[in-house]
C-alpha cells in the first residue's frame, strides 16, 4: 500500500528525529502514542512503565501478571496502593473500644496483599534499584473527619487528579456532623475517629502474638529487586516496629528506606520508643 503524504513514514528523516526528540518530554502521559510507530513505541512503552501503580486486584490478575513480568525490565518505581475497605459513619463515631482497630477481614487482606506481591517481585532479576512505595489506606479516610486527604503516587504530587479534585471540593464543603463548615474545618475530630484513620496496621490480627507475626515476615520470598523502600506520611496507619523490622529482611538489595511515621500522642508512643532498635540499619 503506498504512503500518503500525511503519514510517519513520508516524513524527511531529520523532520522525524526532531519530534522523536521531543517524546521523553511527553512521559507516560500519551500511551496512545506508542501505536504510531516502532520508533516512537520504542520511546514512549519504556515512560509509559517506568511508574507504575499496582492494586490488589491487578496483582490477582492473570493478564496484569502477564504484562508485569513481560514488562519487568521497564518498571523502575512502584506504587503498591493496600485499598482497605470502605466504612461509613456507623463505625467513624463508633465510641467501642472493642471494636476499634482493623477487622479481620482488613487484616487477612493485608496478609494476602503482601504475599502476592512479595511472591510476584521475587522472580524478577535482582536489579535493586527498583523502588518500592507502599501506602494503607481506605478510600472512606478523606470521606469523613480528614476531608484533606489525597492518595497519590511519590512521582506525581502535582499532577495527582485527586489532589486538585480534594482542594476545589473542600472550598465547598459543607458537612457539619463532621466538624466542616463553609470549607472549613471548624471543629477537630474526637478520639474515635483519630483512631480509626491512624490505627495500628495488624494490630489486632490476623496473628494472636508476635511471634507468629515474625514467622510469617521471614517465611515470604525475598526479593532482591527492591533497591529503595518508601513508606511515606500519606499512609496514616501506624506499621509496628517488629512488622517493619521483619518486612525489610526481605529486601537484601535495599539501599535507602523512607520512613515518614506519624508521632504517637498516645501511650503507645513509650511501647514505640522502645523498640527503635528494630530498625537499626545495620540489622539489614
Given at each position: 500500500m503506498a504512503r500518503s503524504k500525511t503519514s510517519w513514514g513520508y516524513l524527511p528523516p531529520e523532520i522525524r528525529n526532531e519530534i522523536i526528540s521531543l517524546l521523553p518530554v511527553l512521559g507516560g502521559k500519551c500511551s496512545q502514542l506508542a501505536t504510531v510507530s516502532q520508533?516512537?513505541?520504542?520511546?514512549?512503552?519504556?515512560?509509559?512503565?517506568?511508574?507504575?501503580?499496582?492494586?490488589?486486584?491487578?496483582?490477582?490478575?492473570?493478564?496484569?501478571?502477564?504484562?508485569?513480568?513481560?514488562?519487568?525490565?521497564?518498571?523502575?518505581?512502584?506504587?503498591?496502593?493496600?485499598?482497605?475497605?470502605?466504612?461509613?459513619?456507623?463505625?467513624?463515631?463508633?465510641?467501642?473500644?472493642?471494636?476499634?482497630?482493623?477487622?479481620?477481614?482488613d487484616n487477612q487482606f493485608?496478609?494476602?496483599?503482601?504475599?502476592?506481591?512479595?511472591?510476584?517481585?521475587?522472580?524478577?532479576?535482582?536489579?535493586?534499584?527498583?523502588?518500592?512505595?507502599?501506602?494503607?489506606?481506605?478510600?472512606?479516610?478523606?470521606?469523613?473527619?480528614?476531608?484533606?486527604?489525597?492518595f497519590c503516587s511519590d512521582t506525581n504530587l502535582d499532577e495527582c487528579p485527586s489532589r486538585r479534585e480534594h482542594e476545589q471540593e473542600i472550598t465547598l464543603m459543607n458537612d457539619p456532623d463532621h466538624g466542616w463548615i463553609a470549607g472549613q474545618q471548624i471543629f477537630a475530630p474526637d478520639e474515635h475517629a483519630t483512631e480509626l484513620t491512624f490505627d495500628e496496621i495488624m494490630g489486632e490480627g490476623p496473628f494472636d502474638d508476635e511471634e507468629p507475626e515474625m514467622q510469617w515476615w521471614r517465611s515470604l520470598p525475598l526479593v532482591p529487586v527492591v533497591g529503595v523502600v518508601l513508606l511515606r506520611q500519606q499512609t496514616r496507619r501506624r506499621w509496628k516496629p517488629v512488622a517493619l523490622?521483619?518486612?525489610?529482611?526481605?529486601?537484601?538489595?535495599?539501599?535507602?528506606?523512607?520512613?515518614?511515621?506519624?508521632?504517637?500522642?498516645?501511650?503507645?508512643?513509650?511501647?514505640?520508643?522502645?523498640?527503635?532498635?528494630?530498625?537499626d540499619p545495620a540489622q539489614f
Open positions: 520508533a516512537w513505541r520504542s520511546i514512549i512503552e519504556p515512560l509509559n512503565f517506568a511508574e507504575i501503580s499496582l492494586t490488589v486486584p491487578r496483582l490477582a490478575d492473570f493478564n496484569s501478571q502477564a504484562v508485569l513480568l513481560r514488562k519487568r525490565n521497564q518498571i523502575r518505581y512502584i506504587w503498591f496502593q493496600v485499598e482497605l475497605k470502605q466504612y461509613d459513619c456507623r463505625r467513624c463515631a463508633n465510641a467501642d473500644r472493642d471494636l476499634w482497630g482493623l477487622d479481620n477481614i493485608i496478609v494476602d496483599a503482601f504475599e502476592s506481591l512479595f511472591t510476584t517481585l521475587s522472580a524478577w532479576e535482582p536489579r535493586g534499584d527498583l523502588v518500592l512505595d507502599i501506602s494503607v489506606y481506605s478510600p472512606s479516610d478523606s470521606q469523613h473527619w480528614f476531608k484533606y486527604l489525597s523490622a521483619n518486612m525489610l529482611t526481605r529486601f537484601p538489595n535495599m539501599k535507602e528506606l523512607c520512613y515518614e511515621p506519624w508521632r504517637e500522642w498516645t501511650e503507645i508512643e513509650t511501647q514505640t520508643d522502645k523498640r527503635k532498635y528494630l530498625l
